[in-house]
């Protein structure tokens, strides 16, 4: 069953979001990129699951505020967001920024969730190992730089974004600039809240990952106390997309595990 | 016509094969390349040939600020500007400016700005820029907050000259308990400030504002683009409902005289096309990262990229010069480049850029003493 689209109204604030499948709530927060296009991952995560991917303020279709000024922003909004809309014992999932964002949110108020599970998450830092540029490098190095599997980067190399897309991605841009420019994709005050995250976690992570090294990995596992990690061999900043079904596998079996 | 001789104070012995292979000349250009021994040279013939520039009769001198580039040694211009104050005694010191959206305490440049005023006995003009895009990857500071810190440092600066201290600034990016400026500026009600642009609109509008009718200078940039926008800043003022003064608008452009034109592209080729290849040479991403403009000025400009990019992009003298960038040529040729665009603007500043990339001393002091002798009297008339 294609995804559900509607636009729902937060505070202010309009919110492109998108839903599929039945079951337990599942909050997938989208990285710096946005949402460009449906991933088979969240069908398949729909399986038993209701997936519900909203498009951040600032990003894809969203309302942009002004007010929103940074990551906690972002965080104390969607705990609005989730009380508005209902949303309880829902298992939240997050990718890079996304991931970033649902630590934000989870320290903040973790009432209503029973899982955390983080993908190559911005957020925390390790001194001395500064992620990827991606302010620096060029749209081309990007690409190939997002992709271990240099045939992925390929074809992503080869599509040509529409005029629309392109707007929509210099969009995305502006706002991942505002959130992460300085300092460099995280909050000098996260890490040291992670303890209170007494709730079962995955962290999943791309052995190859050139935005944020597999050491991230190991110190988000070492600050959250329910943490397991899932290293991914050759693969590069998005798991769920260059090694879907492994990763898809592993995370589906995680929430039901964290569901019962 | 207000004459100013201005130098970025570029770091001429690089090695530019090295350099070369760098992502750019600024940011991440590696600083081994740098060697003290021969930068404490440059410093002593940039700052000599600055202060002839007052000699040879010149209204003012001029610096400005880049950070970690080979293209500038000048990441805090006003310590140039405080020796260039005690050699020389005329002409104004103008800093070009100092790049507002960087500090984290803007009071600072209010107060190194009053010092210099004073000791100057009232010399200084106060430059405000936004700083070009690398900056902010060399700084860290947020450009999709470029805007916003630059008028909110910019309204923190003009208040703590001319309003009796103390009392407490609050804004979205500066909250200050207690502005009350030790020394306060020597020209009253504060130094000229004078605005170095790339020409946006924005920018535009917002320093031909009757409330401050601040001088606009249209740098680096073809003829046709700085008669577009010095024009569009006179259109501005006009429809705030007044017409602006020839001394609210300057141009700022590499300037090379010979006896010849032959001989003056011959000597000022090498200068000119090591400043904009190799000094000048950066990536999109470094020049214009996102939020320093619109969204819509983003586009257009990795538009204009994309159709670049399959062309060589060397700029060789012959092409800056046909577009008018630089003015290379005998005085006659010079003078009359330099009257085109006074007739072309109304504009009553010029600001020379005497020596660019990596020209000599002896031949930038040759160019600047012949625009003294030859070009000089028929602007003064």
């Known amino acids: 069953m294609p995804a559900q689209v509607s636009t729902v109204t937060i505070r202010d604030v309009a919110v492109k979001l998108h839903r599929v499948g039945q079951g337990p709530p599942v909050l997938f927060l989208h990285g710096a990129n946005g949402l460009m296009q449906w991933l088979p991952f969240f069908d398949a995560i729909a399986d038993g699951f209701e997936v519900w991917v909203p498009e951040h303020p600032g990003f894809g279709g969203s309302d942009d505020p002004a007010w929103i000024r940074n990551i906690p922003d972002l965080a104390m909004f969607y705990l609005d967001f989730v009380e508005e809309m209902g949303l309880d014992k829902f298992h939240l999932i997050g990718h890079s920024l996304g991931g970033w964002l649902a630590a934000e949110i ?23 190992l500064p992620s990827g540029d991606l302010f620096i490098w060029g749209p081309e190095e990007t690409v190939r730089n997002i992709w271990h599997d240099q045939a992925m980067a390929e074809r992503m190399l080869a599509i040509k974004p529409t005029e629309a897309q392109m707007d929509v991605m210099l969009k995305n841009r502006f706002t991942s600039t505002k959130f992460g420019w300085q300092p460099r994709w995280f909050n000098p005050d996260l890490e040291k809240w992670l303890h209170r995250l007494k709730l079962p976690t995955l962290v999943v992570w791309g052995r190859q990952d050139k935005v944020f090294p597999w050491q991230y990995a190991d110190l988000w596992v070492e600050r959250l106390p329910q943490a397991r990690l899932v290293m991914v061999e050759e693969c590069g900043h998005a798991p769920h ?8 596998a592993e995370i589906r079996a995680f929430l039901k595990e964290a569901s019962r | 016509m207000k004459l100013l001789a201005f130098h970025l104070m570029p770091y001429r012995p690089l090695d530019l094969d090295a350099a070369a292979k760098a992502r750019s000349a600024w940011v991440v250009l590696p600083n081994s390349l740098y060697d003290p021994v021969k930068g404490a040279d440059e410093y002593e013939r940039h700052i000599d040939l600055l202060v002839y520039g007052e000699t040879l009769g010149f209204d003012g001198i001029g610096v400005n600020e880049h950070h970690q580039t080979a293209y500038g040694m000048m990441p805090a211009p006003n310590l140039i500007a405080a020796a260039l104050i005690q050699r020389t005694k005329k002409a104004k010191i103008a800093i070009l400016g100092r790049a507002l959206p960087l500090q984290n305490n803007p009071i600072f440049v209010a107060e ?42 910019h309204d923190l600066i003009v208040r703590a000259w001319t309003e009796p201290g103390p ?17 306060r500026p020597y020209q009253q009600p504060h130094p000229p400030i004078w605005i170095p642009s790339q020409g946006s609109s924005e920018t535009v509008a917002w320093a031909s504002h009757p409330d401050r009718k601040y001088p606009f200078l249209v740098t680096f940039s073809p003829g046709e683009l700085v008669t577009r926008y010095l024009n569009g800043y006179r259109d501005q003022a006009r429809k705030y409902g007044y017409e602006p003064s020839g001394d609210q608008l300057g141009w700022a452009a590499p300037i090379y005289v010979a006896e010849t034109d032959e001989r003056a592209r011959e000597e000022a080729k090498a200068g000119l096309e090591t400043l904009f290849n190799n000094y000048l040479r950066m990536t999109g991403e470094m020049l214009i990262p996102p939020g320093y403009t619109s969204q819509q000025s983003m586009k ?37 480049g330099i009257e085109r665009m006074r007739e072309a603007t109304g504009m009553n500043i010029l600001i020379g850029l005497f020596q660019f990339g990596t020209l000599s001393d002896e031949r930038a002091r040759r160019s600047m003493e012949r625009f003294a002798a030859e070009v000089m009297p028929h602007l003064r008339s």
């Not at chain 1, 997309?241 to 898809?248: G, L, M, R």
């Not at chain 2, 009392?167 to 020394?183: H, Q």
């Not at chain 2, 046909?322 to 005998?330: D, W």
């Open chain 1, 106 to 128: 989870a320290i903040r108020d973790r009432s209503r969730l029973k899982s955390l599970t983080l993908m190559s998450a911005a957020g925390i830092r390790v001194k001395g």
């Open chain 2, 112 to 153: 190194e700005y009053a010092m210099l005023d004073n000791m100057s006995r009232g010399r200084i003009i106060a430059g405000f820029v936004r700083g070009i895009g690398a900056e902010y990857h060399s700084s860290g500071t947020n450009p999709f907050f470029s805007h916003e810190r630059f008028h909110e440092a």
């Open chain 2, 167 to 183: 009392w407490s600034f609050d804004s979205e990016n500066f909250n200050i308990r207690y502005v009350n400026l030790w020394p």
């Open chain 1, 241 to 248: 997309v260059e090694k879907a079904d492994n990763v898809i």
């Open chain 2, 300 to 336: 257009a400009f990795f538009r204009n990229r994309q159709s670049f990019a399959t062309r060589d992009n060397f700029m060789s003298m012959e092409h800056l010069l046909a577009n008018g960038v630089a003015l290379v040529g005998s005085a006659k040729t010079v003078l009359a």
